[in-house]
């Protein structure tokens, strides 16, 4: 279990406790830092930009409700993903049965009961010309990803993707170090094998 010290080391803190208060600018500091990542937690979950956008949205949404309730007995940036993880998972179910076409945007305000919050999405500093080359390579190694059983992908994503620690993605998903480890394995290799199909050897 967490101690108090444990707790209150984490960096985001002050501001989860002003938001706690119903400080609508803190939770706004809030979204900017997180925003890029939990955009691209659910992209690469989900591999639809439109949906992405979504979930992104929604686990904002969901955590300016909930920010009362948060107890720190992890850091929020871990109880923050974790909701961006299950609400990737949720959507990927949905997407199963029904495709949605509505379009959502980041750039959409996040409306609560004290205002409207501005998310700003991060600007793509290579040119359109730069980014071809990259862009077919991790179109590539997305199809291979949103192959992957849920179980492996979320794995990957955190660890290799997103550069969370064992014991972060742990905590996240619930499960001990020595599966995260396992199941990034097994990740890896499958991805390995999937992309000699596409690529050839390598």
């Known amino acids: 279990m967490k101690t108090k010290e444990q707790i209150t ?3 985001d803190y002050e501001l989860v406790s002003l938001c706690k208060n119903g400080d609508v600018a803190a939770f706004e500091a809030l979204v900017k830092k997180y925003q890029k990542k ?3 937690i659910a992209f690469r979950m989900i591999g639809n930009y439109d949906d992405a956008c979504e979930v992104a949205q929604d686990t904002f949404v969901s955590a300016y409700r909930s920010i009362k309730k948060f107890k ?3 850091k929020f940036s871990t109880w923050l993903h974790t909701i961006a993880i ?3 998972k949720n959507r990927r179910r949905q997407l199963g049965t029904k495709h949605y ?3 959502f ?4 305000p996040l409306v609560t009961e004290d205002g409207r919050i501005m998310v700003e999405t991060a600007s793509e500093d290579p040119t359109p010309p730069e980014r071809l080359e990259g862009e077919d390579a991790q179109q590539k190694i997305q ?3 949103n192959k992957l059983d849920d179980e492996f992908r979320e794995a990957l994503i955190l660890r290799d993707i997103q550069g969370f ?6 905590s996240m998903l619930n499960i001990a170090e020595g599966t995260v480890k396992s199941r990034l394995f097994r990740a890896r290799e499958e991805v390995k094998e999937l992309l000699k199909k596409i690529l050839g050897e390598f």
């Open 9 to 11: 080391t984490d960096e």
């Open 38 to 40: 939990v955009f691209n």
């Open 72 to 74: 720190g007995m992890s």
């Open 86 to 88: 299950n609400l990737s």
């Open 101 to 103: 076409h509505e379009q």
């Open 105 to 108: 945007s980041l750039d959409d």
């Open 143 to 145: 199809e291979c990803i």
């Open 165 to 170: 620690s064992y014991e972060e993605i742990s």
